[in-house]
């Protein structure tokens, strides 16, 4: 970093105006406070000003009468302005209420704050253990050697095959409750700073979607040029580093397996005792489904852009279409201009209106008729009776049934899986249950179908036949 660096920094990034501001206890604080602290996105415009209104009302009781005279909404739209770039201001969809959220320079400056804070300790072990276990997943995971990797699985193997005998024997290493604490500490660190990475992630592509709609909107050439360009673009981000690294973290993510154990994982850390002398935030139980609503909200940016894409094909169809009409109108009216003025002698000679193009792949090879035999026989009626009964034994589906025990279930989780609410409620009819359950996913938005993972179930049919029928993962959220 050179001198002209850091002044073009100091003038222009948002991160460091807003540090340098008058103003910037009053922001960084009401901003911490209202998204930092319940880990929330985006907030109502109504409920931000209400929010803010009180904070000002506060300060002004502590610093007198005069301190921020402005009203909290005009607040709020200074630190979304160009000038600022403090919060973001957009309208979600199906809503015309604005809300707010914190940009990313904004999430870099309190995280910045964060380390002048004074801590407890500086935890060094812990963070050389993650160096060292880092090191050895590069090490390992490049090796390109089968007997190298082979024997560091075996080296492996034999440290725990030591140690599952000293335990046997008594002797057990257990963390002392610095090293707990140490530990703690930075998984909290962490996770709070991956759910703020979610936010520079969502920005990349809101500034692809916004250089998109520009190109869009100055474009003068050929539809097809621009989206070629265009998806060349979004191929470029998707296999880029960032890309493939958000993919594998979603994909790890929306495993109900992984969700799991990551939930048992944080409340058996939760509840030992050196861990609940730091007072932690017991929001950090819940931290991955916050991360989950973080993609999603990423997700459904990329859906605008190709919604986007979407409209300029129809909106430049159209376009064509109504030139081309213009065109044909054009010469009608110049036809019916001179009908009466016909020109002299021959004025145009054509051999035939169209021409007549005959390929030889299109003629057809030559097949021989085929004579079906006809047999002449007399068909004589049946007179035995037959049971009419199973036409009335159909199997029907009650989808509502269906609905209600999906709701039942999710009154005490927030995620259920089709194979968690299938051991609850085994199939009753079969194959038609399951077709059921599949096209209530589809039709719910809350609920998810990851074709890239398959899971599996089985029941026995009315002849107490096992039957197993395999289909992609199904997600029901509340």
């Known amino acids: 970093m050179d001198y002209r660096q850091l002044d073009t920094l100091r003038r222009h990034h948002p991160a460091w105006r807003l540090l340098a501001a008058d103003s910037a206890p009053l922001v960084l604080g009401f901003l911490h406070r209202a998204f930092v602290e319940p880990n ?5 415009q109504g409920e931000l000003t209400n929010a803010l209104a009180d904070h000002l009302q506060a300060l002004r009781e502590d610093l ?17 302005s160009d000038e600022r770039g403090w919060l973001r201001k957009f309208y979600p969809p199906g809503t015309d209420e604005p809300h707010f959220d914190l940009t990313p320079a904004t999430e870099t400056a309190l995280r910045w704050l964060d380390e002048l804070q ?91 979607d916004r250089q998109v709609r520009e190109r869009i909107t100055t474009w003068s050439g050929g539809k097809g040029e621009l989206l070629a360009e265009v998806f060349g673009e979004t191929d470029a981000i998707a296999d880029s580093d960032q890309g493939k690294s958000f993919r594998a973290f979603w994909s790890f993510l929306m495993s109900p397996a ?35 609503e973080a993609g999603e909200e990423t997700q459904r940016t990329i859906s605008r852009l190709s ?37 002299r002698g021959d004025f145009m000679a054509l051999d035939e209106p169209a021409p007549h193009i005959e390929l030889p792949m299109e003629r057809r090879l030559f097949t021989p008729p085929h004579r079906p035999p006809i047999a002449q026989q007399v068909v004589e009626e049946d007179t035995a009776e037959v049971d009419a009964s199973a036409l009335f034994e159909q199997a029907y589906v009650d989808k509502l049934e269906l609905e209600g025990r ?31 359950y599949l096209s209530l996913a589809a039709e719910q938005e809350r609920a998810t179908i990851d074709e890239g993972s398959e899971e599996a179930v089985t029941w026995r049919d009315e002849a107490g036949r096992l039957r197993r029928a395999r289909f992609p993962r199904v997600i029901f959220s509340r």
């Open 40 to 44: 929330a996105r985006a907030r109502p």
């Open 64 to 80: 007198g009468e005069d301190a921020y005279p402005r009203p909290a909404g005009e607040y709020l739209n200074d630190w979304a």
């Open 118 to 208: 004074d801590r407890p300790f500086v935890g060094a072990e812990s963070r050389l253990m993650t160096v060292f276990e880092v090191l050895r997943q590069i090490v390992h995971g490049s090796e390109t050697d089968p007997e190298v990797r082979i024997a560091e699985l075996e080296r492996r193997r034999a440290e725990i095959d030591a140690e599952i005998d000293a335990i046997r024997e008594g002797r057990m290493d257990l963390m002392d409750e610095t090293q707990v604490k140490e530990r703690f500490n930075q998984v909290e660190r962490t996770a709070r700073e991956l759910l703020a990475d979610f936010r520079q992630v969502e920005q990349n592509f809101r500034e692809l």
């Open 258 to 292: 992984r969700q799991e154990e990551l939930t048992r994982l944080l409340e058996r850390v939760l509840a030992l005792e050196p861990v609940q002398e730091l007072a932690p935030d017991r929001r950090l139980a819940r931290i991955h489904y916050d991360w989950l």
């Open 307 to 343: 919604a986007q894409l979407r409209k300029f094909l129809d909106d430049q169809a159209w376009l064509e279409n109504r030139r081309i009409m213009e065109l044909i109108q054009a010469v009608e009216e110049n036809a019916l201009a001179v009908r009466d003025q016909a020109p």
């Open 406 to 436: 999906i709701r039942r279930a999710l009154q005490t989780r927030d995620q259920l899986s089709l194979t968690d609410l299938l051991d609850e409620y085994p199939l009753e009819q079969g194959l038609a249950e399951l077709v059921a």
